[in-house]
């Protein structure tokens, strides 16, 4: 137990000691503590245990796909939390998604929610921690054949998330549900988060992947900061759901008043 208690402290100021060095303003790193703290109350650790079943069924699901990486099924207590208390209630998920990768967590969310319909959009070449690795050539192939049975409610966009944004007739908000997974480099963290908060309708989620993630050597450059400066800039148009490896957020109005 004690040593439970030790290694919680430690990955916990560790981890804000990285948020802080990647340019982040202490409030958010104040708000990370009291967002970790949430795991010493029963309640939560509950709430998020009760979607072990979900969590588990689909473990079972996803043995069916032909895939080499997961990154995401770890997350699904989380999502499902959030999902069912914000979106849920009002039944179709009009969804985007940057980053797909073998089809993963787009396989998820279809096989979760019989009202999604999604967009996914992917260079399908992988990002730059997947270069010169030997299952890039297949990455397509793999989300293919994932999300077959899916097709009919999910849409390709192959191509940068730039190239998908300047190709939207209307910027004009229209997803209930965006998640951000695409290019890990803070710039292109920071063009996808600003872009999609503005396809995405008030009172709906966006969930970015990764915010403790240290790949390149200057912190800098890590989705960290790019996520931060981001909740920074629109905070008073956002409320923060989760703030974790992932940071889920809703949009709760248009214009900074
Ligand atoms: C971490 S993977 C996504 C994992 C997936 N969401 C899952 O949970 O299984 C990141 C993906 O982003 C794609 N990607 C990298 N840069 C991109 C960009 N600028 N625009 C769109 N997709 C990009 C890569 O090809 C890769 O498939």
Known sequence: MIKKIFNFVNSTLAE????KRCGAPLSIVFLYFLHRGRFLCKDYRFAVKKNYSILNKYRKESNKLDVTHDWFTHCIP???KTIEK???PYG?????EIG????R???FLCWYSDKTNLICVDTWQGSDEHKGTDYVVAIEKRFDYNVREFRSRIKKFKGTSIS???SVESQKSQYDFIYIDGSHQSDDVMIDAIICFKLLKVGGI???DDFLWKYYEYHKDNPCSAISAFLTLKKSELRIIHLGCQVHIQKTNNFCV
Not at 92 to 96: E, I
Not at 100 to 103: C, H, I, K, Q
């Open 16 to 19: 804000s000691f990285f948020i």
């Open 78 to 80: 989380y999502w499902v």
């Open 86 to 88: 914000y979106l849920k």
């Open 92 to 96: 179709n998920l009009n969804a985007l």
């Open 100 to 103: 797909s990768f073998e089809g």
């Open 105 to 107: 967590s787009a396989h």
């Open 164 to 166: 998908y944004f300047l």
């Open 206 to 208: 966006m969930i970015f």
